[in-house]
């Protein structure tokens, strides 16, 4: 009998084959099935589409939903009640439980950058589909015989530089893959975007990657390391995630790793779902999930223009379903077919962007950090809405924090002001850099009028 994951990746192939036509097809019979469970089996839904025509009805016909809506109502989104909130929350609360399936699916928190941290749940199919899209149209894609033969004399080993501490998108798929299959847990490590670059470089020293993919802003400190000699690995493919990669930052790790330099699109909420091509387009799986860039006021984003945000809806998942949902982010859809022959449409993608602090220790040397190394100040501290780091000089950060009166309704804002003090602090000589100076502002804040994300790390 032939695998779900077989089946899934032989329709990868052949969508491409059938061209934008075929894709299109594809799109439009799944999310009439989408829409079709989802009435029928989630209370939110039904409730939500009441006013959908039942067949005669678009896209564009959908109400479209944000986190907030379906955080609330969690227990009347998903479809399947195995996955109530009570049970989720409480497998969540298991550090040990990170990457380990509940019933069969993926269980992935995001990092609050909307200012309200989200649960997603990504069933077994979900999973599949995942799956199949990485080997089809990253892998398989991105590999040439150089590198191909370049595995085969040295040997496979991915060095996977992930937010960890917590059950988030990308620390939990690569721990699900290395306890499904013991090989996996030979040929890839995990390491903590959050660890000081010195750890890093003595990790990944000692493993000496044939495979490079993490964070563009970790990547880039350790292109910096490889350049000044501190690191020597040979990488024969890097691939950037998680935060927007520039040319600039593509030339730097190009030059410091001397190998092609590819790039994902990834979410909590869809998992990998975009793969870079050689013209520095971003493809999106448009047969499994659909991308609308819109204006602020939710009309259509003509293409070749940045959007304010973005409506998602992933055509694989029926247990937590998301039809147009508001991601936020900023892209920009070319507007013809991309030379590189790829027949899915062709994307840029301007999302979370935050900048590298580069501060002077004791002793006045300077020690660069990455944004990524402050994730998960929100959720070390309760009752922190949001947070934001502004650089004053080199020993001096300005700290603004919101608190959540609904979270922690006890606890004055100054009180939490002071709590997220002192784990900024550890987090700070974890790095190197105990003697900066701190100023914290108790502060309400407000996301980015544009796309409704916080920027959490402002630079020099």
Not at 295 to 304: H, I, K, L, R, V
Request: hydrophobic fraction near 45%.
């Amino acid at each position: 009998m032939v695998s779900p994951g077989v089946r899934i990746a032989w329709d990868l192939l052949r969508a491409r084959r059938a061209g934008p036509d075929g894709i299109a097809d594809r799109q439009r019979a799944r999310l009439q099935q989408l829409v079709a469970h989802a009435r029928a089996t989630s209370p939110f839904y039904r409730e939500h589409l009441r006013a959908l025509h039942a067949t005669d009805w678009g896209l564009a016909d959908i109400p479209p939903v944000n986190k907030s809506e379906l955080m609330a109502d969690f227990d009347n989104w998903v479809t399947d009640p195995r996955f109530a909130r009570e049970r989720v929350m409480s497998f969540l609360s298991s550090s040990a439980a990170v990457g380990t399936p509940l019933d069969g699916a993926l269980i992935a928190t995001s990092s609050g950058v909307t200012g309200q941290p989200g649960v997603f749940v990504h069933d077994e199919f979900a999973v599949a589909v995942c799956q199949a899209m990485i080997v089809v149209r990253g892998y398989l894609a991105w590999l040439r015989w150089p590198q191909i033969s370049g595995f085969l004399r040295h040997g496979v080993r991915e060095a996977a530089i992930v937010g960890t501490g917590g059950h988030f998108a990308g620390v939990s798929w690569l721990e699900r893959a290395r306890q499904r299959a013991p090989w996996v847990s030979r040929v890839i490590s995990v390491h903590s975007a959050q660890s000081p670059i010195a750890a890093l470089v003595r990790e990944l020293t000692t493993v000496d990657p044939t495979a490079l993919v993490g964070y563009t802003s970790v990547l880039r400190l350790l292109a910096d390391e490889q350049i000044a000699g501190r690191l020597a690995i040979h990488p024969l493919i890097a691939a950037t995630s998680g935060e927007t990669a520039t040319d600039g930052d593509r030339a730097l790790l190009a030059r410091a790793f001397d190998c092609p330099i590819k790039e994902t699109y990834a979410c909590s909420e869809a998992l990998f779902f975009g793969f870079g091509c050689d013209q520095r387009w971003l493809h999106v799986s448009a047969d499994w999930v659909i991308v609308e860039p819109v204006q602020a006021d939710g009309s259509p984003t003509p293409p070749g223009v940045f959007s304010d945000s973005v409506l998602l809806t992933n055509l694989a998942n029926r247990t937590a379903p998301l039809l147009r949902y508001q991601l936020g982010d900023s892209v920009m859809r070319r507007a013809d077919r991309c030379p590189c022959g790829n027949p899915l449409p062709a994307f840029r993608v301007a999302g979370r962007r935050d900048d590298t602090l580069v501060m002077h220790d004791a002793t006045g040397q300077p020690v660069a950090i990455s944004p990524v190394a402050f994730g998960l100040l929100a959720e070390a501290v309760p009752g922190v809405r949001n947070w934001q780091i502004v650089q004053v000089d080199r020993t001096t950060l300005t700290v603004r924090v919101s608190a959540d009166k609904t979270a922690a309704p006890t606890e004055s804002q100054e009180a939490i002001a002071e709590a997220f003090r002192e784990h900024l602090m550890s987090v700070l000589r974890a790095h190197g850099v105990g003697n900066v100076t701190l100023m914290i502002q108790a502060a309400q804040l407000r996301p980015d009028a544009k796309n409704g994300k916080f920027r959490h790390v402002y630079a020099l």
